[in-house]
C-alpha cells in the first residue's frame, strides 16, 4: 500500500488513523505523524462527509462509494475527491478508506474542449489577422490625415479613432498566437530555474509587493518541454495571482511536487504518457465566483474589468501542447493553479527520478 498512487488510510473505531500510505500524505499535505496522533474529527468539520461515511461504515459493515465530494481539511484546504470506504473484515471494526483526485478523467474532457476552443479562436485570429488588419490600418491613416485640417477642439475625435483601431488591432494580435502551429521545441528544462526567473520578474515588476513562499520537492527530473513557453505559462499564472491578492499581506506560494502514478494516453495513439512532475501556484486573494470557474479557461471569459479573456485559454493551450493537464481550484481563501508536465526521456529511453536537476 506504500507503493500505491492512490491515497489510503485505515481508520480505527476510535478515529484514529492507523495507517496512511505516501500518497495520502501528499493528498492531504499532512504528515503521517500528525494523522495518527490526532483524531480524524479534530482535523475536519464534525459534518465533513468523510467521517459520515467512515461512521456509516462501521454501524452496517457495507461499503461506500461517493463522488465529486468536497473534503474540507486542514489550514482551509478543499479537495474535490471520489471516496471509497469499506470495512476490513479481518480487523473488526477497521475501515478502509481510498481517496482520489476527483475523476481525472472529467479533468481530461475539460483539457480536450479547452484544446478544441483554443483550436477555434486559431481559425478565428488567422481569419481577422487578414481580413481586419489590413482595412484598421487604413482607417488609421485615413484618422491621422484629416487629424491635420482639424481645429483643436475636433482632434480627440480621430486620436480616439486612433486609440481604438490600436486596441483591436492588439487583440487580434492576442488571437493570432493561438495559431501559432509551429512545433515545440523540446528538450530538458530546468523547471526550477524556470519558475526562477518568473519570481524574479515578478518581483521587479507587477508584484514588488507581493510575498513568495517557495516549497520545492528538490529531486525533480527535468522537464520535457519548450523553456520559453513554459516561462510564458508560469509568469502569465503568476501575474493573475498578484492581481488577485490583497494589497497588504499578498501572498503567492509555489511549490513543486513529484506525483506518482498519473499518465494519459497520447491521443490517436497506444502510448501513454506519465505526468510525474507537478507545479502548483496558490495565492491569498478572494478566489474566483461560482458562476465563472467552471469557464474560465475558455476564450473571451475573463474576472478583470479590462482583460480579453485570451490569457488563461493561452495557458491551457501551451500546457496542452506539451501534453500536460492544467487545472484549477477554488481554495476557502484564494485560488490554486495545478500543472502536470511529462519528465524529459534521455537517450536511455529511461525516465528516473534519480536523474534530479542539479
Known amino acids: 500500500m506504500n507503493a500505491m498512487a492512490s491515497s489510503v488510510l485505515v481508520v480505527t473505531p476510535s478515529m484514529r488513523v492507523a495507517f496512511v500510505n505516501p500518497a495520502a500524505e501528499q493528498l492531504l499535505g499532512v504528515s503521517s505523524t500528525l494523522l495518527k496522533k490526532t483524531p480524524l474529527q479534530e482535523l475536519m468539520p464534525v459534518d465533513s462527509p468523510l467521517l459520515d461515511r467512515i461512521r456509516r461504515v462501521q454501524l452496517d459493515g457495507s461499503s461506500i462509494s461517493d463522488y465529486r465530494v468536497e473534503l474540507p481539511f486542514l489550514r482551509e484546504t478543499r479537495h474535490l475527491l471520489d471516496l471509497h470506504v469499506s470495512p476490513l473484515i479481518d480487523r473488526p471494526g477497521d475501515v478502509l478508506v481510498l481517496l482520489h483526485p476527483c475523476s481525472v478523467a472529467h479533468r481530461l474532457n475539460h483539457q480536450l474542449s479547452h484544446r478544441g476552443r483554443a483550436r477555434s479562436v486559431a481559425v478565428l485570429g488567422a481569419t481577422l489577422a487578414h481580413e481586419v488588419k489590413n482595412p484598421l490600418s487604413g482607417i488609421r491613416g485615413a484618422a491621422q490625415l484629416l487629424e491635420a485640417g482639424l481645429n483643436e477642439s475636433e482632434r480627440p475625435l480621430t486620436r480616439l479613432i486612433c486609440d481604438e483601431t490600436d486596441r483591436i488591432c492588439a487583440l487580434v494580435d492576442q488571437m493570432e498566437q493561438f495559431a501559432d502551429l509551429k512545433p515545440l521545441v523540446r528538450g530538458p528544462v530546468n523547471i526550477y530555474e524556470v519558475l526562477e526567473r518568473v519570481r ?38 503568476v501575474k493573475n495571482a498578484a492581481e488577485a491578492v490583497p494589497s497588504e499581506d499578498g501572498e503567492i506560494m509555489l511549490t513543486t511536487q513529484f506525483h506518482h502514478g498519473l499518465s494519459i494516453r497520447v ?30 479557461f475558455e476564450p473571451f471569459i475573463s474576472t478583470k474589468h479590462s482583460g480579453t479573456g485570451l490569457g488563461l485559454p493561452l495557458v491551457a493551450k501551451i500546457v496542452g501542447d506539451h501534453g500536460g493537464i492544467l487545472e484549477f481550484e477554488n481554495l476557502a481563501r484564494g485560488a490554486l493553479f495545478r500543472i502536470h508536465l511529462p519528465a ?15
Request: aromatic share 6%.
Open 267 to 296: 491521443p490517436n495513439s497506444r502510448e501513454r504518457v506519465d505526468l510525474p512532475i507537478t507545479i502548483k501556484i496558490q495565492d491569498n486573494g478572494p478566489g474566483v465566483s461560482n458562476d465563472v470557474a467552471p469557464h474560465i
Open 344 to 358: 524529459y526521456r534521455r537517450s536511455t529511453g529511461k525516465t528516473d527520478r534519480q536523474e534530479t536537476v542539479k
Open 200 to 237: 524574479r520578474l515578478a518581483e521587479t515588476g507587477f508584484a514588488k509587493r507581493v510575498r513568495f513562499v517557495e516549497r520545492y520537492d528538490p529531486s525533480l527530473p527535468e522537464v520535457d518541454g519548450d523553456r520559453d513557453q513554459l516561462v510564458q505559462v508560469f509568469l502569465n499564472l
